[in-house]
């Protein structure tokens, strides 16, 4: 049998070491020995004596973060030996090694898998979404291990090294230490008395020393927490307080 699906390019990558690795750029392989963290659902095969269990969003004080704010990743434990894919709507995967002393604030619907040594936690984003249409809470990784995100696109990574505003709706992670907040893109004159906009009403700022990741679309977050009516910014107010930064 002779096909250009066959190639070589299409083929199962193997290496000796276990972990998480690229299959190609929209298919997680984990060559597992052990156990790992996933996405729930985002399994499209695996081979090997290779067990699943459910999380939730990874423990009951994740769980009961994850209900009131909206964020969170609905997890599943991904234990044994093979080989495991993973993918999630044909989104592009990228890898993230991160070392003692990092911390990621991420969008926790681009996370895809992370090995178990990370630690992750459901924070507020400090001075962001409340006049926006960005989700008030992020998930925040630290520790030592890989973890995999998707992005809809090939992104760009900025640099902060000045004033930095990205649209809440195509921020994907950034370092955890950079100090966000609201900026106002659109000016306010005659056009939006009549009830014209450009389109870019809010923005997030970022300021001190790191990186933002942007991809090259706009989708509302899962979570809207703090958005909407104004019922809803109280509410968004009490798990400020509650959660803390």
């Known amino acids: 049998m002779r096909s250009e699906l066959f190639s070589a390019e299409n083929l199962e990558k193997e290496s000796a070491q276990p972990g998480l690795r690229l299959q190609n750029s929209k298919l997680l392989k984990a060559e597992l020995n052990g156990e790992f963290m996933a996405r729930q659902g985002s399994m499209v095969a695996y081979q090997g004596n290779v067990q699943f269990e459910a999380l939730g969003s990874g423990g009951i004080g994740k769980f009961i973060k994850s209900k009131l704010t909206g964020e969170g990743v609905p997890l599943m434990k991904v234990r044994g030996t093979g080989d495991v894919f993973l993918a999630d709507k044909a989104a592009d995967v990228h890898l993230i090694d991160l070392e003692p002393g990092d911390a990621l604030s991420i969008n926790g619907t681009n996370v895809l898998a992370f090995d178990s040594t990370l630690n992750y ?3 507020m ?4 979404g409340m006049m926006s249409n960005a989700g008030l809470f992020n998930c925040v990784f630290s520790g030592h291990g890989r973890i995999a995100v998707t992005t809809k696109g090939t992104p760009v990574v900025l640099s902060v090294d000045q004033p930095t505003y990205v649209d809440p709706q195509a921020a994907i992670c950034w370092s955890a230490n950079l100090q966000t907040g609201y900026h106002r893109a659109e000016q306010l004159g005659l056009g939006t008395l009549l009830g014209r906009t450009t389109g870019e009403r809010f923005t997030m700022s970022f300021a001190g020393q790191g990186f ?3 991809q090259p679309s706009e989708e509302p ?10 019922g809803q910014q109280g509410q968004g107010g009490l798990l400020g307080n509650l959660l803390g930064n």
Do not use: E, N, R
């Not at 984003?125 to 962001?128: K, R, S």
């Open 121 to 123: 936690d459901i924070k």
């Open 125 to 128: 984003v400090g001075g962001a």
């Open 212 to 214: 933002v990741v942007v």
């Open 221 to 230: 977050p899962a979570g809207l927490a703090g958005t909407g009516s104004g």
